[in-house]
């Protein structure tokens, strides 16, 4: 068992986190799983959500102790990150999240992207643009994806990585809303792999949309609904 006068930022994360269903939290996601909902809204609402799964995922970058002198001159010992960060957007819905990371993490930062869609005539995800920083191996990867519903895309994705040299255990993938059904085949495909999300829903439909769900992200994100 874990001591308990160690400091929190060294006790071991789950690899797999929900966020706490606080009301706050419960009242955005209601305003996103709304259909009545605006895209302007929608979008409002998703980037606060997307806020509190990015402070969430940087929980999963190494850090160590770190002793600084205040302007009382007494020391603190806090925290400092020992490694960087990059953004991964699997696109388009995936860019949505690049802002809150911008405006969250304070140390160095680069992004990548992939266009991944699943092959019409053989079902098969497939990859048709990736760009990839050259340091992603040292780095941790938060792989940004809002909706995991089969898992297709984020198997394409972590594959992709780690065939880039990334190690699957500094992959975390933030997601808004995970089917059941994604959760277990990407987990139990890739053991190192984190997983932070704000909701877990139960069904995917025969289209494969998560239900209840929220509609086509990209789409209500985008305002490109029809
Ligand atoms: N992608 C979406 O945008 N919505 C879903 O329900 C599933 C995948």
Known sequence: MESPNLPSWTTKKDRISVLEQDRALLSLMTTIRDVNTSDREF??????????LITSALNHVPAEEYTITTPINT????VRFTKGVCGVSILRAGACMEQ???????????????????????GIAKIYYSKLPASIPNDIVLLLEPMLATGGSVIKAVETLTANGVPEDSIVLVNVVSSQKGLDVVSGRFPGLKIVAAAVDMELTAQNYISPGLGDFGDRYYGTCS
């Open 75 to 78: 020391t603190y010992t806090g």
């Open 43 to 52: 979008s409002s609402a998703v980037e606060k959500v997307v806020r509190r």
């Open 100 to 122: 809150a990371l911008r405006d969250t993490w304070t140390g160095p930062l680069s992004f990548g992207k992939l266009l991944i869609q699943r092959d019409e005539e053989t």
